[in-house]
């Protein structure tokens, strides 16, 4: 039996507010899902979020009785800029003693002698007063910041430009990354270098900045303005490094960075490690500022390269990026 209009419309209808009904469910059921399954990433990274904490805290215990490092800072007629920077590293919970490269003509002041030593006084750790030295150097040269100093307390150095400060938490950062890695360089200042082949079909190198590594995502070298690495390597640049690579960097003041990464490259066989963090360069007046600039380091790296006999500097894309403090990485 048919039935009437009426009532077949009243049957659809019916059909039409199930299927409503069940799309609806199945809508709020898939949401239900989504919102648990959100709920459980979110515990998850929590969780994981808080062992990396755990962890990295027992990596820090663990190597507690293990000396700090020495900040090597070099300095050059810039007593504010120089005050500035010990102030703020002498707040680092790791940080051993001070030695400054001093080149300058005439002796450190009486006044900045005090004022250096009551910003270490304020701020020793744990009873241990943190040791202030001016390495005095009777001529000016850049080979002045890594010569060999028999009177370091630790086995690893900070190497620093009296104008680059850097936060204590990814100064001590990388001095973790330096412990996993002793005989490498590890620092904040990357730079590359890439093959170009000359008119003459011989190889010839060019000296890559900031914006190469950006663009390219590669890097070969860190720059000693800002860099862990091991004592030893200063007796070899002051005792084994060719004589005529220390009179050029002498000579057109420029270079010593490259030269250390090329030592350190030829030591070991490895790249650099580049810890990614905020750099405030709180001067203005450095080599790099000057014109020409990039050329001058592209002429350092072929010179080098000669001098070497071959290129040692190894390109990686490796970089470390403190997790802690970063959403997407």
Not at 96 to 105: G, K, L, Q, R
Request: hydrophobic share 40%; net charge positive.
């Amino acid at each position: 039996m048919r039935g009437s209009p009426v009532s077949r419309r009243a049957v659809q209808r019916f059909r039409q507010l199930a299927l409503s009904s069940v799309g609806s469910v199945k809508i709020k059921i898939l949401l239900g899902f989504c919102i648990v399954f959100a709920l459980i990433l979110l515990a998850s990274r929590a969780s994981s979020f808080s062992q990396w904490k755990d962890r990295h805290s027992f990596v820090v215990r663990d190597n507690v009785h293990r000396k700090g490092y020495t900040l090597l800072i070099n300095t050059w007629k810039r007593n504010d800029l120089l005050k500035k920077s010990i102030s703020h590293y002498a707040e680092c919970p790791r940080l051993d003693s001070v030695h400054i490269v001093w080149s300058e003509p005439d002796p450190p002041s009486e006044s900045l002698s005090k004022y250096l030593e009551r910003v270490i006084h304020k701020n020793r750790k744990n009873g241990h007063e943190i040791e202030v030295m001016f390495d005095i150097n009777k001529e000016d040269s850049l080979n002045n910041r890594f010569k060999e100093n028999k009177d370091l307390k630790t086995d690893v150095v900070f190497s620093i430009d009296d104008d680059v400060i850097l936060p204590c938490s990814s100064v001590e950062l990388a001095f973790s990354i330096w412990l996993s890695a002793p005989d490498t360089m590890v620092g904040f200042v990357p730079r590359m270098h890439w093959l170009q082949k000359s008119k003459d079909n011989k190889d010839h190198y060019v000296y890559g900045g900031w914006w190469s590594v950006w663009w390219m995502g590669t890097y070969s070298m860190v720059l000693s303005k800002a860099a862990f690495f091991h004592k030893k390597y200063l007796s070899m640049y002051t005792n084994e490094m060719s004589a005529s690579i220390k009179e050029y960097v002498a000579g057109n003041r420029n270079c010593e960075d490259i030269a250390m990464s090329f030592l350190v490259a030829n030591a070991t066989g490895a790249p650099p490690i580049w810890v990614k963090a905020k750099i405030y360069e709180i001067g203005s007046t450095g080599i790099s500022s000057l014109g020409g600039h990039s050329e001058k380091r592209t002429e350092c790296v072929n010179r080098f390269v000669a001098e070497f006999g071959r290129m040692p500097l190894v390109s990686t894309s490796m970089k470390v990026v403190d997790s802690r403090n970063t959403w997407f990485w």
